[in-house]
């Protein structure tokens, strides 16, 4: 990207929307929250054309918005200013604000983005696909999220609880749970409609006020990608607007499943053709290879799939959450698995993430692997049947969050497809947060020990 990025998009918009007030430029950091700044109407076509100076610190947050001095990012470098562009295609209206405002995504630039460039989750994904397209491929993705929607007096008191349902019974597929939140939804589905997201079925999951809306999948991965973090965005402006709150947190509640990100995928090559398309259920060697890469490489990129303290609460067995990389066809208990439908439609479901996990570091780390095991002819063992919980035949995953850390930051693989300050970066991040975290004495310990020990 460089200068003079677009900046007929801001003014046809800007002719389009004589109303708007605000618009808000979001970075996506790598925990995957959106951070940046609020600028007048008449500021917005000078940011197309001349791009927006952002801290080298905004790539250097730790998840409660504190500075993570570990990185090299801040004052080691002065926390010098680093140039960010619009993403095209992102400018949108935000419809569940009062105040008309619109939003854009941004993202470093490769060369102007400095230091910060390094650490930009979005430029990873990038890179990896552009690997893939050298190699005549085109990856193919839909990202589907699940989350809570809870009360949101009880989140602001610091306590998760279910906003009010049908019952105190979970209910799910139940239509019934659907239609207690028609309005939420029909709202929702309105402003997605506004910002152009391509938002499909609904699901009520298992847990009582869990949602999962799909989006479809898209043959332009970095597109997929963008909408799947203005989905997530939409999905907790609305709630808040209806005086819910809508989270993604991988485990909210102890006896309930968590919430996953699972990111489906395939392959087109040259002519838009599905390259993993197969008479076989379980797929062609190209498809198995593929998987392969991802089983191999799932152990090392464990700190990008769960990327906080809590996220590993959501790996118990019979959770909704696998324990091992392994593989199957039309199994749920697997970690990749290879959904039923038409030849042509063969893809796989990666199901290892939460759904606090950050969208463009997940599909990074997934199509690393499926590249890694195209190049390789990696095979990936035999399928799963039946309950994958009961059969040791894979490496189980990390189960904690440090091990997961000091995986990713020995790992040749890491290095290899996100470079060694991308790994420098995320891992000072992740035990600064681990520090905190663990240096906190939770109610369970006193709870356990106070008294006893």
Not at 189 to 218: M, W
Not at 301 to 325: D, T
Not at 413 to 441: L, P
Request: with cysteine.
């Amino acid at each position: 990207m460089s200068t003079g990025s677009h900046p007929d998009q801001a003014r046809e918009f800007l002719a389009r929307h004589p109303e708007l007030r605000h618009v808000q430029l979001m970075q996506t950091d790598l925990n995957g929250i959106l951070r940046g700044k609020s600028v007048q109407r008449a500021e917005l076509e000078r940011i197309y054309t001349e791009g927006l100076p952002l801290p080298s610190s905004i790539a250097a947050l730790t998840a409660d918005g504190d500075d993570a001095e570990n990185t090299g990012l801040l004052w080691d470098i002065g926390d010098m200013d680093c140039l960010a562009w619009p993403l095209p295609g992102t400018l949108v209206p935000t419809p569940w604000l009062k105040t008309p405002t619109a939003q854009v995504l941004m993202m470093f630039d490769p060369v102007l983005g400095g230091p910060a460039a390094a650490a930009d989750p979005r430029l990873a994904a990038q890179r990896v696909i552009s690997l893939l397209e050298q190699d005549g491929y085109t990856p193919v993705m839909a990202v589907e999220l699940e989350f809570y929607l809870l009360d949101a007096d009880a989140v602001r008191e610091g306590r998760a609880q279910a906003a009010a349902t049908r019952g105190k019974h979970p209910h799910v597929y139940s239509v019934e749970e659907i239609e207690s939140r028609a309005e939420f939804l029909d709202d929702l589905y309105a402003c997605c409609e506004t910002q152009g997201l391509p938002v499909s079925t609904t699901i009520s999951e298992f847990g009582p006020g869990q949602f999962e809306i799909t989006l479809k999948h898209r043959a332009n991965a970095l597109r997929a990608l963008d909408e799947g973090v203005m989905y997530k965005r939409a999905v907790r402006g609305v709630a808040q607007r209806h005086g819910l709150w809508a989270s993604f947190m991988a485990k909210p509640f102890p006896v309930l499943p968590g919430s996953g990100l699972h990111l489906h995928l395939s392959l087109n090559d040259a002519q838009g053709r599905n390259v993993f398309a197969s008479d076989a259920a379980d797929g062609n060697e190209l498809l198995r290879h593929a998987i392969g890469g991802m089983a191999a490489s799932a152990g090392d990129m464990m700190a990008l799939f769960a990327p906080f303290g809590n996220s590993y609460r959501r790996y118990q067995a019979y959770n909704c959450a696998p324990l091992v990389a392994n593989w199957g066809v039309n199994n749920r208990t697997v970690a990749l698995r290879i959904p039923t439908g038409p030849a042509d439609s063969r893809h796989v479901e990666h199901r290892i993430c939460g759904a606090d996990a950050n969208p463009y570091a997940v599909a990074a780390a997934v199509l690393a692997g499926v590249h890694h095991g195209l190049k390789h002819g990696i095979d990936p063992g035999p399928a799963v049947s039946g309950d994958a919980y009961q059969q040791k035949s894979h490496a189980p995953l990390p189960r904690d969050w440090l091990s997961a850390i000091d995986r990713f930051a020995e790992s040749q693989f890491a290095r290899e497809y996100f470079g060694q300050r991308f790994v420098e970066v995320y891992c000072g991040i992740k035990r600064t947060e681990s520090g905190r975290y663990f240096g906190e004495i939770p109610q369970q310990d006193y709870d356990w020990y106070l008294h006893t020990l």
